[in-house]
């Protein structure tokens, strides 16, 4: 993966690329915030 291609991409890769990566950083970002809030204690001053 990543920069080799033992794995050969998919055919419509341009074309589904960026599609792909903002279902990524949207599943990353939103797995992020649900951690935080059940694992770490607010802080209050």
Request: glycine share 2%; charged share 30%.
């Amino acid at each position: 993966m990543g920069r080799s291609r033992k794995h050969p991409i998919r055919p419509d890769w341009e074309e589904v690329k960026e599609q792909v990566m903002r279902t990524a950083v949207y599943h990353k970002f939103k797995f992020m915030l649900i951690y935080e809030a059940c694992c770490c204690p607010l802080v209050t001053n």
